[in-house]
């Protein structure tokens, strides 16, 4: 049985965790093995914040990890902006500041914080990235507050763009999925490395389905939703704001 909600991981266990996998994060090209897909979702995300958003003058990435989110905005769009990098994990952080600083003149800015508490000023945002954090969010009040807040920290026009891990709404397709993951997981490495991934999917992870974060975004004010990419229990999706 998969572990409940109240018995996942805490905030403090997950950023003990993330603070100890820094390199692991810290790689453009392949972004993270076990995330099928990442270097596409990653180009995906960033190609279409710049498609869709004008001006971009300053980026909030939830869920930093040692930045390639950011940089690969910035290498998208051509110009430089203001950045805050909010993450659990102060390595991290200090990592993706350094890696940003390389590529990205404007204001960075290290913010550490779980995102639904952060004290950020709403309407200060064009573009908001979210790249494998927010299955960390738990019941569906959880889900709700942190989809609204992202909503409201984001200017008028702005745009956020998510990719993450994400479940299915029939048990079938599901199962389904998930065996085609495991397989991956199995091919990349071992068996014994695909039951690690697991492991700690099951302890720490509490992903809701592509179709219910893209009604989500609809419910809290997007004007505009579009699913980018989804391939096997992997999603890259995001949302635009009213002007």
């Not at 200060?124 to 920290?153: G, N, P, T």
Request: glycine content about 6%.
């Amino acid at each position: 049985m998969p572990t409940p909600l109240t018995h996942k991981s805490s905030v403090d266990a997950i950023r003990a965790r993330f603070d100890h996998d820094v390199e692991r994060f810290s790689n453009l090209d392949t972004g993270q093995s076990a995330t099928i897909d990442a270097p596409l979702a990653m180009a995906l995300i960033t190609e279409a914040a710049v498609a869709s958003t004008t001006p971009i003058r300053r980026v909030l990435d939830i869920g930093c990890g040692a930045g390639n989110n950011t940089i690969r905005l910035r290498e998208v769009l051509g110009t430089n902006f203001a950045a805050d990098l909010l993450d659990l994990s102060v390595p991290m952080l200090v990592r993706a500041k350094q890696r940003v600083a390389t590529v990205n003149a404007g204001v960075i800015q290290m913010i550490q914080a779980d995102f639904r508490d952060a004290n950020l000023k709403a309407g200060s945002y064009d573009v908001i990235l979210a790249a494998a954090v927010l299955h960390h969010l738990r019941d569906e009040a959880d889900w709700e507050q942190a989809f609204q807040k992202i909503y409201d920290l984001l200017t008028p026009g702005g745009s956020v763009w998510i990719t993450d891990l994400v479940s299915h709404e029939t048990e079938a397709v599901h199962a389904m999925l998930w065996n085609r993951y495991g397989a991956y997981l199995t091919d990349l490495q071992d068996e014994a490395y695909r039951d690690r991934v697991f492991a700690y999917i099951d302890q720490e992870d509490s992903p809701r389905p592509v179709t219910y974060q893209l009604d989500l975004l609809r419910r809290v004010g997007f004007a505009h939703v579009e699913l980018l990419h989804k391939n096997s229990c992997f999603a890259a999706f995001g949302a635009v704001k009213g002007t």
